[in-house]
């Protein structure tokens, strides 16, 4: 059978889901594979396999020495004639374990040694409490790792603690931050189960075990939970956070995720997707037979898998003991003899179609290669440049003081959920305008017959809005006049080529900023006076909703809208968080601040994927909760009535400091506060909140209609706006992660401040855990957050 059986990489199925590259791992194997047992197991349809780095003979050598090491303390007593304080002086010398010889290993330089993923002895005790043996594991860590470093792998796995309490896993993370010195280049993997089922536990035995040293403890766990005890679920994640909370999060470290016989709860397979997974590992021992004898997954593996998948660096699987044996590796046939087959095995070979002597294909791999097969299809979510931004961070646009370029228009405008849900805002406004007779502000003394809607779109970057404005007004029947406003003077001159080449002149194009502009000049007054707007539609939405001055800008403008029915479309918008764990945007902004010592005070827009909720559903309390709220146009306008009685040119004063010293308070009205309790169930840490919106477009007169929305909240979008990609979540990160207990309350502040000139945010998270009925204590909480200095400037 062919290595490629089970696939073919030319069907569409095939292109359109992600890969699976699968690796063998046997537990017993102590040399590395020889060139021919290596080309074997490929050939029986793995893509890479693990090896040992150091045999039996060091193994061996390591435990004799410790052996001797002992003998040697008990010499120093009866030679030296030490006493029993003198004994216990923790001064006394350990062993030192020698280097390594060509008896040690059988991992040398070689051409494929870049595909062997080495795997380091899982017979050492980093957590051991015996001082000796934990650190003679140490010395056989950091000699391994040096010396696969030196034969050029690249990954090396290491097996993780057996153990999770305190005092085991300070020690292995202390150990694994002096590795990754020692190690050079190489990434390290730590190979860790989900949770510690019972069963599932690592079997070889560790020197611990061996010596009779401590590492009891692990047993305890073990013999206690087979007994019945609650497993704690969330001690193996508390091990690796602590680990990579040492090595401070560092792009060198991993995961390889041991998936376990029973699928646990949702929260645990998501804490562990946030994480930098590089292998799943599936031990045979998880897989059941099917009705024909075949091994299979359950469900809930399939879709556990299915999900990690989805990451744009996806982890590679690990198959463990499931074959090719030892044995029928020790008689795999040599290179030449694969090179120079016999007759009768040629023969064979041709009919069989497959490569001479190439061993059966592995009924596991060809398991998983079906589930490959089967996994869903990418979604128009899932287009190779939208996996791309994947947590991506970009600084937020800044449309009001930034021209924006022609492709960035035209990346807004590959969207049409956006553009769609505009259309049907303005055409349901329209029907509404004619079922309820509401006036036109076309009607003027001079017009008394008038009969058009005002329309402006102000913010009209390259005219996807003016052209869907003029469509609703056809379905419907609306006759308008319209007017389209733009501030770009790059945009502008390409609204007005539309205008000539597609909409024959019918819209009125003014360059302006929104702020400025006179108003409406009635088409058909005699004197071409100004009007009022009947409808004004804008989009200059932020990913927090009002992050880009939408605010702002509309409050430049409102006073050219009908009162009182007159309206904006949008109507409304809402700013919403959830607090999240996202430690691969932690450590990427870790590395930005050394050169952007603002790194942590910016919201960033990105695509939000590897990430995972802390907070839980509960009555009253969301996962995602909504800050605060506008809505258009505003009622009463200090700004507006100051211009009214003193003139637009007179700047508008007051006697008192604002909100903000020394401003005016002009913009005060835009102003937010909120605080919100999140509720965390189960212990874990946070990075930062994500922050979505949610629009309003149009609030139907008629009761009880859904009004027409947009929103990029997850647990909305697919209802309100499915398929929507114009805008990606924002993040406001934590400088320092925060660590919370378990039944913890998560109390999130955030301002969005501002000036005469400017708009930003503040924010900060306070954890309160429970600690009785009635009783709450505060265990930690962020520093306050600023993003003043990166301000989005509007005066
Ligand atoms: C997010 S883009 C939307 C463009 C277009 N309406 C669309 O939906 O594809 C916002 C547009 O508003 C413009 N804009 C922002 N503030 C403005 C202001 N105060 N006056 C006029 N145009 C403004 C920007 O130049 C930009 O073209």
């Known amino acids: 059978m062919s290595s490629n059986r089970g696939f073919n990489p030319d069907a569409e199925s095939f292109e359109q889901r992600p890969p699976f590259y699968i690796g063998q791992h046997d537990s017993q194997r102590h040399e590395s594979p020889t060139d021919s047992q290596y080309g074997q197991i490929l050939d029986s349809g793995f893509n890479f396999v693990t090896t040992p780095i150091t045999n039996e003979h060091f193994h061996q050598r390591v435990i004799a020495l410790y052996k001797s090491h002992i003998q040697e303390r008990e010499h120093w007593v009866t030679e030296r004639g030490l006493t029993d304080a003198q004994k216990a002086n923790p001064s006394l010398p350990l062993p030192t374990v020698p280097t390594l010889t060509d008896d040690d290993t059988s991992l040398f330089p070689s051409s494929y040694v870049g595909s062997l993923i080495a795997y380091a002895s899982p017979w050492i005790d980093l957590c051991s409490e015996d001082p000796i043996i934990s650190d003679i594991s140490r010395q056989v860590l950091n000699l391994e790792l040096a010396y696969a470093n030196f034969c050029g792998s690249r990954t090396i796995i290491i097996p993780g603690p057996r153990q999770d309490d305190g005092n085991a896993v300070a020690k292995y993370a202390r150990a694994i931050q002096e590795a990754q010195e020692v190690g050079g280049r190489v990434n390290l993997v730590i190979h860790l189960p989900m949770y510690r089922e019972p069963g599932l536990e690592e079997e070889v035995e560790t020197l611990s075990d061996l010596l009779g040293g401590a590492g009891e403890g692990s047993k305890e766990v073990v013999k206690a939970d087979a007994k019945g005890t609650e497993i704690d679920l969330f001690s193996t994640w508390d091990s690796w956070h602590t680990i990579r909370t040492v090595c401070k999060y560092s792009g060198r470290l991993f995961v390889a995720l041991r998936i376990p016989k029973r699928v646990p709860e949702k929260d645990l397979q998501e804490r562990w997707f946030s994480e930098p997974l590089h292998y799943l590992t599936l031990d045979k021992k998880i897989f059941s037979l099917n009705k024909a004898g075949h091994p299979s997954l359950t469900r809930h593996h399939q879709d556990l898998i299915n999900r990690y998948m989805r990451l744009k660096n996806h982890p590679w699987l690990i198959l463990i003991n499931v074959g090719p044996s030892a044995e029928s590796l020790a008689e795999a046939p040599s290179k030449m003899e694969v090179d120079y087959p016999s007759l009768s095995e040629a023969t064979k070979a041709v009919k ?17 290669k079906y589930l490959e097969r089967h996994q869903p299809p990418y979604s128009a979510m899932e287009t190779p440049s939208l996996v791309s931004f994947q947590d991506w961070l970009q600084s937020p646009l800044q449309p009001l003081s930034d021209n924006l370029e022609s492709a960035t228009y035209e990346v807004f405008e590959g969207d049409p959920v956006k553009y769609d849900q505009y259309e049907k805002a303005v055409a349901e406004a329209m029907l509404e305008w004619k079922k309820y007779n509401r006036p036109v502000s076309s009607v003027t003394p001079e017009t008394p017959d008038g009969k058009d809607l005002i329309v402006a779109v102000a913010g009209a970057g390259r005219g996807p809005l003016v052209a869907r404005v003029l469509r609703a007004a056809a379905s419907t029947n609306t006759p308008i006049q319209l007017w389209a406003l733009e501030k770009n003077q790059n945009a502008y001159v390409y609204l007005l080529r539309r205008n000539k080449r597609e909409w024959n002149n019918s819209v009125t194009v003014i360059k302006t900023d929104m ?4 108003g409406p000049r ?13 409808i004004l539609v804008t989009e200059l939405l932020g990913s927090f909703g009002d992050n880009e001055l939408s605010p702002e800008c509309l409050d430049g403008i409102q006073r050219h809208i009908a009162r009182p029915h007159g309206i904006s479309i949008p109507y409304s918008y809402t700013a919403h968080l959830s607090p999240i764990a996202h430690p691969r945007i932690f450590a990427d902004l870790s ?15 990105t695509r939000l994927f590897q990430l995972s909720y802390v907070a839980q559903k509960v009555p009253k309390h969301g996962r995602f909760q909504q800050a605060w709220e506008f809505i258009h146009p505003v009622e009463v306008s200090r700004a507006d009535d100051f211009a009214a009685a003193n003139g637009r040119a007179r700047k508008y004063v007051t006697h008192g400091s604002g909100s903000m010293y020394g401003s005016s308070g002009i913009n005060e009205h835009n102003a937010r506060h909120c605080h919100l309790t999140f509720v965390c169930p189960t212990r874990g840490v946070i990075h930062g909140l994500a922050g979505y919106f949610e629009s309003v477009l149009y609030k139907h007169q008629e009761e009880g209609k859904t009004p027409v929305e947009i929103s990029i909240l997850p647990d909305q979008i697919d209802r309100k706006s499915k398929d929507m990609i114009s805008w990606f979540p924002i993040f406001f990160p934590l400088r320092q992660p925060l660590y919370f207990p378990q039944d913890t309350e998560l109390e999130v502040s955030m301002w969005r401040q501002t000036d005469d000139t400017r708009v930003w945010y503040e924010w900060m998270v306070e954890v309160y855990a429970w600690v009785g009925p009635k009783t709450r204590i505060k265990v930690g909480a962020s520093e306050m957050h600023s993003s003043r200095k990166v301000a989005c400037i509007f005066g």
């Open 352 to 368: 069989e179609n497959r490569k001479p002597y190439a061993p059966p294909y592995n009924e596991f791999v060809d398991y998983m």
């Open 515 to 518: 702020r400025e502009w006179e």
């Open 522 to 534: 009635l088409a058909g007054h005699p004197n071409n006076a100004i009007t009022k707007l009947d």
């Open 591 to 605: 590395n930005r601040v050394i050169s952007d010592p603002n790194a942590f005070d910016i919201p960033w827009v």
